[in-house]
């Protein structure tokens, strides 16, 4: 039995943030709550909703990985990416896959504060299963934050190796 439960728990600190678990929700839907498809999409490089977005998911730095989390008591990637939009009344999708698929295509030179970030953790594998949301750009800098399975919510670089080879895709959601 001890075994057994050493196993499950090495188990879920090695795996990825694959949020793939699908959650329920009622049909009815807040007025204020705003789909991406509906969301008018401007040049501006920075608006007040980016910042209270990032602003939103930085109060969660430090708070420990759980996996399906959305709150203070744990926190998964793409619960942190749904729940730092929700500040803004804007709904995505769950899951890491459904967010991949989200927003708009960037290249990774054009990435804005906001911008979510893909990953691909697993080796030998291109099959996104981790994302993070840019929260600083510059010329040849990119620094966003993410929830890792590790070490809970927090900011990287995607300059670090394990980063920039991880790297699949970016997407624009506002």
């Known amino acids: ?47 007040a909703s980016i910042k209270n977005i990032i602003k939103t998911a930085e109060k969660y730095n430090g708070v420990r990985y759980k996996y399906g989390g959305t709150s203070k008591s744990g926190m998964d990637c793409s619960g942190l990416i749904t729940t730092a939009y929700n500040s803004e009344n804007i709904a995505l999708p769950r899951t890491t896959g459904g967010l991949a698929t989200t927003g708009d295509w960037v290249d990774v030179k054009e990435v804005q504060k906001g911008d979510l970030l893909f990953f691909a953790t697993k080796k030998n594998s291109r099959h996104i299963n981790h994302v993070g949301m840019v929260t600083e750009s510059r010329p040849g800098y990119v620094e966003f934050i993410h929830a890792s399975t590790s070490k809970g919510v927090m900011t990287s670089e995607l300059s670090e190796k394990y980063w920039y080879f991880a790297f699949v895709q970016a997407r624009r959601i506002l």
């Open 1 to 47: 039995m001890r075994k057994i439960t050493y196993l499950l728990l090495l188990l879920l600190t090695i795996s990825a943030c694959k949020s793939t678990k699908s959650t329920s929700s009622s049909s009815k839907k807040s007025p204020k709550t705003t789909t991406v498809s509906k969301i008018n999409k401007t040049d501006a490089p920075e608006s």
